[in-house]
DNA sequence: CAAATCTACTAAATCGATTTACTTGAGCGC
DNA sequence: GCGCTCAAGTAAATCGATTTAGTAGATTTG
């Protein structure tokens, strides 16, 4: 491609932004000055106070006039900064990565910082490979979404959800003591003893704590989780018939049940599925509480009663601790761990136990025999 | 932050990868040659012909043992390209967004591109604003997602439901006037004759089209749509409420209707609630057809009938095409617009129409009376 | 044997900025 | 009038590659 070196300088086009950007050079020739005093005037550094006034004016109008915009590559080359950051996510579409990325934009675009994305679909030569393109594009810190992180990286990391114990990550989780604590003490307190519960997949990073808090609140309330009642959701699909076919399973325990928690709303969706289709009616026969309140979880139908993950916060955070941690440099303490507190959202989807007598176990008494 | 100059130059430490990358210039002085041959050996430069392969050999293995990576930002700059794309869209989540970005990553990424993203949300100093900013960070183009492109731009752009007739703007659209011929033919097979529409935001770029393909649709079946039973979507959220609302507004018209027509899954979902909650049976009373065939519109009670686009297909499409015009150049030839096929998706959100004798009009007699 | 051709490389320019270390001339004190 | 400081800038190095135009020595050719 042919290029004019120099063209008509009307100052004025029919299209102001017509014309391909100027360079420092070209600039510096026009005003009859060098790059580097236009670059220290364009910058403000210290080392411009002795410039007059009246020429850093003569500047600044010439770089609006001829629209001079800075080469990003060359500075960032230059300041070996690039102003992105990586975010590597299992998967873009199904409602809680979007969510999360929505915190992520609305924070860093803000600062003037870009993001590059990446899925990788819980391929292992992915989860290895990406983070590495990541440093070769230089970007200044990484933000990992429900993804494992392993392997130590060379630059700061966040990770939402995230709950390895990896140096240089913070950790952006939920309160999932809490969360456990709110879904089971709003089934008790309906009257539900017998309760099933649906496992996330083994590749989720949530689904070991998830399910350890659950015991855990499951104590301290005196109910007990029979091992008959606990289903996993199995495949690697963004669709409710996992959690569907997870409940599918229960169903076919001879073990009976008054209310089901899923592991998240999508899958709860899919229990409501498999349950109605068995012929129990939610919340009437069988309550169901999902997990996230993803956006139209209010919409489905029974409405969703569910713990509400403050996921967009949860991105913002995610950014927001990462841009402080590159701000400070690389030495400086940061926080490892950033909690977030969950919220039950009561809806339609849970209802007060019906056959409350037959099951009720007595209840203080037995701690802890089922698991 | 201090700069050592050289450290300790132990060819080994614990960790392969821990040090910080080796510089082309490193390298070539560990080896004893100039920067210059490595790089035309490494690219595999005709004007490496001449060395020979035991040269060739030691670079290779001295590049991979002492883990090369060539910077990306200096390759960058002095190629004049970036390998990456812009990619902007109204919002992430909410389904729709999501599934076309994992078209375009799908794709990208298996081609060495990375895409930034950014978010307008409407706001028109946004839309003005990011593409700028994307020419800035040096994209090679830009991908445009339901996002008006009114100003020309200075590269190559793809717009996945764009229908304005820009210069340098390849629109993905889909076939609407087939699209609006499956719902509408699908509805009228049923029995269908009094059916209301919800039009989508005047913001969405599809909102025009396909009310006009609705409408040729209509007059080709020979069915009237009463203006009355035309609403239209307002506010600006990926809530079903949106939906509901306009449904709201669809049930105080006096005017009856058998089947409704959404804009979209979300509406459409919102649209059930409203007329569950006026006591309309759905799909007994009122047959609803959606929009789109979002992931879980399959699980939606009822399940939603709906017309299926292929967003992923339409990404990846998107990817295709601009990479091709990138690979090929300024000056090449390329599609002003590609087309993908909509589907019909019968599920359980439409049915037979049952009152239809008091409703029929003499169909084929009264054209384009109503509208 | 001189010229031409190869072989195996390298020097230096370039991409477009930033930044440190000068330079040059003027003003000022003594 | 000598040295000093200050004002107003500039030259040159640098970031880490790519690429064009050479070059020095060996080999072939006429």
């Given at each position: ?12 086009t ?25 670059s ?33 590559l ?102 999932h ?94 229990a ?60 400086a ?11 039950l ?27």
């Open positions: 491609m042919p290029r004019k070196k120099s063209r008509p300088d009307t100052g004025k029919t299209e102001g932004s017509e014309r391909r950007p100027v360079s420092l050079k070209e600039l510096a020739a026009h005003l009859g000055l060098s790059p580097s005093t236009l220290l005037v364009l910058n403000d550094s210290p080392a411009a106070s002795s410039i007059p006034q009246t020429t850093k004016d003569r500047i600044f109008a010439a770089a609006r006039g001829l629209n001079y915009r800075p080469h990003f060359a500075r960032s080359l230059r300041m070996q900064r690039s102003h992105t950051l990586g975010v590597l996510v299992p998967e873009i579409s199904g409602g809680y990565t979007a969510e999360v990325m929505s915190g992520i934009e609305e924070h860093l675009l803000k600062a003037g910082y870009f993001y590059i994305i990446a899925c990788h679909r819980h391929k292992p030569e992915l989860l290895d490979g990406y983070p590495k393109l990541f440093v070769d594009r230089c970007v200044e810190g990484m933000i990992a979404v429900d993804t494992p992180c392993r392997a130590e990286m060379p630059l700061p990391v966040a990770s939402v959800s995230g709950h390895d114990d990896v140096k240089g990550v913070t950790n952006i989780v939920l309160n003591a809490m969360a456990a604590q709110l879904a089971l003490r709003h089934l008790v307190d309906l009257g539900h003893r017998r309760i099933a519960v649906i496992k996330g997949q083994t590749f989720s990073s949530d689904t070991q704590v998830r399910w350890d808090s659950i015991r855990a609140a499951a104590r301290a309330l005196g109910v007990t989780i029979h091992p008959s009642l606990v289903s996993q959701l199995e495949s690697d699909s963004p669709s409710p018939e996992v959690g569907y076919l997870a409940t599918q399973k229960l169903l076919r325990s001879s073990e009976p049940f008054t209310a089901l928690f899923a592991f998240n709303d999508v899958s709860a969706i899919g409501i599925h498999a349950l109605q289709e068995a012929g129990r009616r939610v919340p009437e026969e069988v309550s169901v509480i999902g997990f996230d309140d993803v956006d139209n979880a209010a919409f489905y139908n029974p409405a969703l009663t569910t713990i509400r993950q403050p996921l967009r916060q949860m991105g913002r955070l995610a950014a927001e601790t990462l841009l402080a941690r590159i701000a400070q440099g690389a030495g303490a940061f926080p490892e761990i950033v909690t977030v507190e969950p919220e959202i009561v809806r339609q989807s849970t209802a007060r136990a019906q056959h409350l007598v037959a099951v009720r176990p007595r209840a203080r008494k037995r701690l802890g025999s089922g698991l």
